[in-house]
């Protein structure tokens, strides 16, 4: 099943204040439309083009296999001419995570066209593309992406992992999950009109159910999405495929069981994907970036997923810059901490990264209705859900034609008789019209574009020689880091996650006296380092914007090379000569 129309790519202007046409942004050397979704094979073969027509900088991998044999697809991007991908800081980009949440696939072959295409076109672009790799997985839960495409389904199914799970406890496995009773390829409400009911048709528009209040006889009653009792236990659709959450899995600070934080699994990294996702971020430590795409609601969400956890104050001044300059690039989302400010999620991805990993981590969930149909739910605007359905009944009738609203219909159901079908869509409302997809892209793109470009950004930046004696001499080295990344993050620092950075000195006629880091140079307080000084441990690296500057009395002549190496921030080196 395909959804969306196959029509001309639109090209936005593009973010960093340079206008481009669609020629100019994409050359079309690979031919992708963003106002069309992608099914796990389109989207395979999307990815297989990309990487077969820009070989320099593309290479595409299969980092494991989904619970029902996909392939789970990574594309490396590096520029190998500016360096090792391991010497660079590296950005994380991950996608449906949620079976049936598929923008992200999109956002993320939009990101890898979009570098592609405007390398050595766009200033920004090509720094990027030179000092930072790029990790992007379209589809990390691939069985639930074609499940979604292939299959009818409700907006909210199929979420989790295709792998079987007994929702309802009666040894069996998914085996009462939602029906097309009427064949139509929709999975629709039901209805029924009854004497005294708790719904009724709303005054405004007859198609939306509301509530009865206190007082009031309805004359419907909500029956639930489309099914029958598949396995008589007297109950319809409580046993679906799957059951995983695929974003409650992973083994961070307060991972639950199953009967405290539904979906969790039996234990963190129960799951093929989840196992294979975190393998790989393992063999990677230059990852200094994470973003994952959800949906919906436009939010730019950030850990921890419950209170128990707290985040050094250092760490959450840079989460606050990046989140609160998203607001700016996404202007209808909203940067918010995920327990505080939506709800407990224990064991979810961007917690565990941060937590477990130090990386500093991002969800997007992505499309804001606001920005489009959703009127009372913006800002100095009371929220009324009714008028919210009325303004998005509005928006279909009016700019979509009708296209995702099943009017009611009447259909006569096994176990309860005369009812109607009818309700929105599985395309609707936490996916985004086809046609508001390239802006959707564009900007969520742009925002993990910045989120990239702030990455540490580390340099040798000063050095100065003093000669003490024949062939003695004082070095001072400053290291810098131009952005607002820490080299080390405090939560890394705190619990030692991964090994500090470290500033060495090598020479072939050179003997290392002593060492220190200078606190004031001009009163010259220096804190010695104790051993190995031609060996110093920057336990908590480089902070975002600012530089140490360091001291070693040496002995000797000839080059003297200066390497500073920071898991997360890359490796320079500098050569000074001794004479």
């Known amino acids: 099943m395909k959804i969306g129309g196959r029509r001309t790519s639109l090209i936005l202007i593009v973010f960093l204040g340079i206008s481009l046409t669609a020629s100019s942004a994409f050359a079309e050397k690979v031919h992708l439309e963003f106002d069309h979704y992608y099914d796990y094979p389109e989207l395979t073969q999307a990815l297989k083009d990309l990487a077969a027509s820009y070989p320099e900088f593309l290479k595409l991998n299969s980092i494991g296999k989904s619970y029902q044999g996909r392939d789970i697809w990574e594309m490396t991007i590096n520029n190998p001419k500016t360096g090792d991908e391991f010497g660079k800081p590296a950005m994380y980009i991950e996608a449906n995570v949620h079976g049936n949440e598929v923008q992200g696939g999109e956002v993320c072959l939009y990101t890898i066209q979009f570098l592609m295409e405007n390398y050595g076109k766009i200033p920004n672009i090509t720094d990027l593309m030179n000092r930072r790799v790029f990790y992007i997985l379209p589809t990390v839960n691939p069985d639930g992406r074609a499940w979604w495409f292939e299959h009818p389904n409700t907006m909210n199914s199929s979420r989790g992992i295709q792998r079987p799970w007994d929702d309802d406890n009666d040894g069996l496995y998914d085996e009462d999950g939602y029906d097309d009773i009427d064949g139509d390829g929709e999975i629709l409400m039901m209805r029924k009109k009854v004497p ?24 419907y009653i909500l029956l639930g999405y489309e099914g029958i009792d598949n396995d008589g236990d007297g109950r319809i659709n409580e046993d679906p495929p799957g059951g995983y959450d695929p974003n409650r899995n992973w083994p961070g600070m307060d991972w639950q069981p199953n009967y405290v934080q539904h979906g969790s699994g039996e234990f963190p990294l129960s799951n093929p994907e ?49 989140g609160k300059t998203g607001e700016k690039i996404l202007p209808f989302y909203r940067y918010m ?70 009017e009611w219909k009447p259909f006569h159901h096994p176990a309860y008789g005369d009812i ?7 395309m609707t409302n936490r996916i985004n019209p086809p046609y508001t997809l390239p802006e959707l892209c564009h900007r969520n793109m742009a925002f993990t574009l910045f989120h990239a ?61 002593s060492a220190g880091e200078v606190k004031d140079k001009w009163l010259n307080r220096i804190v010695p380092v104790e051993a190995r000084p031609e060996r110093i ?16 009395i040496v002995e000797g002549s000839g080059a003297a090379v200066i390497t500073l190496d920071a898991v997360k921030g890359g490796k320079v080196k500098k050569q000074l000569l001794l004479k």
């Open 196 to 219: 005294y009911g708790n719904y009724k048709q709303d005054p405004n528009d007859p198609r939306i159910m509301v509530r009865v209040k206190p007082g009031e006889k309805g004359d």
């Open 274 to 322: 989840s196992f294979a996702v975190t393998q790989f971020l393992l063999k990677h430590p230059n990852i200094a970036g994470v973003q994952s795409f959800h949906n919906s609601g436009g939010m730019i969400l950030r850990g921890p997923g419950s209170k128990q956890v707290k985040y050094p104050w250092d760490d959450i001044r840079v989460y606050n810059y990046i």
């Open 337 to 406: 901490v995920i327990f505080k400010d939506l709800y407990t999620a224990r064991g979810s991805f961007v917690a565990f990264t941060y937590e477990t990993l130090g990386i500093f981590s991002f969800t997007n969930e992505l499309w804001s209705s606001k920005q489009y149909y959703d009127k009372a739910g913006q800002k100095n605007e009371p929220r009324n859900a009714s008028a919210g359905r009325e303004n998005r009944l509005k928006y279909d009738d009016r700019v979509d034609f009708g296209r995702y609203f099943v």
């Open 420 to 426: 109607e079908l009818g309700g929105w869509r599985k």
């Open 453 to 513: 470009g702030q990455m540490p950004l580390i340099s040798i930046s000063n050095t100065e020689i003093q000669k003490l004696g024949k062939n003695t001499y004082r070095l001072y080295v400053s290291v810098a880091n131009d952005r607002s990344i820490p080299t080390i993050s405090g939560q890394a620092s705190r619990h030692h996650l991964f090994r500090p950075d470290l500033l060495t000195i090598s020479g072939k006629n050179l003997r290392v006296i």
């Open 537 to 552: 441990v920057l336990q908590n690296g480089i902070p975002g914007l600012s530089q140490r500057t360091f001291q070693w």
